[in-house]
């Protein structure tokens, strides 16, 4: 009988080991707004930063109805900004991360041709995503990455 409880004990012990180890952020909540104003706040910009318009974020990434998004631009023209989405599903959030960087891809071919200044602030984007969050950054801050992965652990 010890034997018996003293394996059970181990299993458990075990599942619970391996079930910390699993796709860790999958089921990531973030609140997109938040997430911005405190990028915003804490990086680095050359310019001015101004409220993205929601209806502007959801024409350029062709964002879904039920994903709340949120971000900030240059009030000049940089290419700087930070973008933050909460998306319904995780194929939404693999669907925005596509299209923004297929964005980012089209501003470097407008960068290329009148302001090849911005080409290496657009190469240096930070994108990332986790589970059902997505954040964009581009920036001129070295320490942006950071930032933004401190937000999506």
């Known amino acids: 009988m010890k034997k018996i409880i003293a394996m059970m004990l181990a299993l458990a012990l075990v599942l619970g080991v391996c079930a910390g180890c699993g796709d860790k952020g999958k ?24 409220p993205f318009a929601e209806d ?3 024409y350029y990434f062709d964002v879904a109805d039920d994903t709340v998004i949120a971000g900030y631009q ?7 900004m930070v973008v933050a989405a909460q998306c319904a599903d995780e194929a939404q959030a693999q669907a925005l ?12 071919m407008e960068a290329d041709r009148y302001q090849p200044e911005e080409v290496a ?14 954040v964009l950054c581009v920036s001129g801050d070295d320490g942006a990455a ?3 992965e401190a937000w999506l652990k």
């Open 27 to 50: 089921d990531k909540v973030i609140e997109p707004q938040a997430v911005a104003d405190e990028l915003k706040d804490g990086i680095v910009w050359d310019a001015e930063m101004v």
């Open 56 to 58: 502007d974020l959801r």
């Open 74 to 80: 240059a009030s000049t023209a940089t290419t700087e």
């Open 97 to 108: 991360e596509s299209a923004m960087k297929q964005y980012i891809s089209d501003l470097k």
């Open 121 to 134: 602030r657009l190469e240096g984007a930070v994108l990332q995503r986790n589970g059902m969050a997505v």
């Open 146 to 148: 950071e930032k933004v």
